[in-house]
């Protein structure tokens, strides 16, 4: 059963916890790997990289990755989503002694019929897959999963790192970043909806609801937070919806960190919803100025939020007044 849901947020200063972001050190003569699926992210953290000195060695996750990839790449390969060990002697053969995970790998395709001869696994891939999809002894959620494919990679001698390591500057700052401030019954759906979103995360389901009026209409699962997000805007075509997306409580920072980008608010926007709710430090915007500018002119009120035991606190330059 989820917790009880408090009458409204609080507000309080940005929390202890919140680790120091200020810039990345200096990446000058270092090649940082760059495991690439889908979406705009892993683009927006090789251009960090280079941004900072440091030389990209992009490996494609093959059907995923975006092509512009190229051209930010000093070194460049593809491979499948289940060739890890292609994947390790390709990152080596770059010199990379650290790497990044970033964008989706679309995990619907995984499960769907004929996966396995689809997604050809090497013997690595296959070694480290048999107890999740083949022995079962451990479950398929995305933590499971994610930390297999990780754990392999460190004992490679490829250390995989949390993607804000190389780009700091992508994770969301407190406050209300666009549009307007919220009303009374958007801050109470926010407060209810950040609780379920935490639960639900809790559980390694998703990490997005979507609310209204304190009632859930649409929870993430397998598909996605965009298509959660379509999905309540065709179960709930009036409008006015107050999407959450936060952390897990157990969040491991390397991987699955939530990220938004334009194409989520043209989820909401497709939805009709009106309010984004995130966790400020613990959110990558991808695109910044492109995103507040969208989230303007479509009147989506974007607020950034921190998680402090379950409650939703905003920081000190910004308040929860309408």
């Known amino acids: 059963m989820p917790p009880a849901t408090p009458s409204s947020a609080s507000l309080s200063c940005q929390p202890s916890w919140l680790r120091d972001t200020d810039a990345a050190a200096s990446l000058s003569g270092e090649t940082i790997g760059v495991l ?28 995923h990755a975006s092509e512009k990839l190229h051209d930010l790449a000093d070194h460049y390969d593809e491979v499948g989503v289940a060739e890890l060990g292609s994947a390790i002697a390709a990152f080596r053969r770059f010199g990379c002694s650290r790497a990044t995970m970033a964008g989706k790998v679309h995990k619907t ?28 002894r ?30 700091p500057e992508l994770l969301a700052s407190g406050g209300v970043l666009a549009g307007r401030h919220l009303s009374a019954s958007e801050r109470a759906d926010v407060a209810f909806g950040w609780q379920l979103a935490k639960e639900l995360g809790r559980h390694d389901i998703g990490q997005t609801v979507v609310v209204k009026n304190r009632a859930p209409i649409a929870l993430e699962a397998i598909e996605g937070t965009d ?3 379509r999905r309540a805007g065709r179960l709930c ?6 999407v959450v997306k936060v952390a897990k409580p ?15 608010l043209q989820s909401l926007r497709a ?3 009106s309010v984004l709710a995130i966790e400020a430090g ?22 950034s939020c921190y998680d402090e035991g379950g409650s939703v606190v905003l920081s000190a330059d910004a308040s929860w007044a309408a």
């Open 36 to 63: 690439a699926g889908w979406g705009r992210f892993p683009v927006a953290v090789a251009e960090a990289i280079r941004r900072n000195g440091g030389q990209v060695a992009v490996l494609a996750v093959r059907g």
């Open 109 to 136: 395709k995984i499960f769907a019929n004929g996966a396995w001869l689809h997604h050809l696994p090497d013997w690595t891939g296959l070694k480290t897959f048999w107890p999740h999809f083949i022995s079962r």
């Open 138 to 167: 451990r479950d398929n959620r995305d933590d499971s999963l994610l930390s297999a494919i990780a754990t392999t990679f460190d004992h490679a001698g490829v250390q995989i790192c949390p993607a804000t390591d190389f780009a």
């Open 227 to 229: 298509e959660c997000i």
């Open 237 to 242: 075509g009036s409008g006015g919806l107050v």
């Open 250 to 264: 157990q969040q491991d920072l390397r991987f699955d960190m939530p990220t938004i980008g334009v194409g989520t």
């Open 271 to 273: 939805a009709g919803a």
């Open 282 to 303: 613990r959110t990558i915007l991808v695109e910044r100025p492109e995103l507040v500018a969208f989230a303007n002119r479509s009147g989506i009120s974007i607020v």
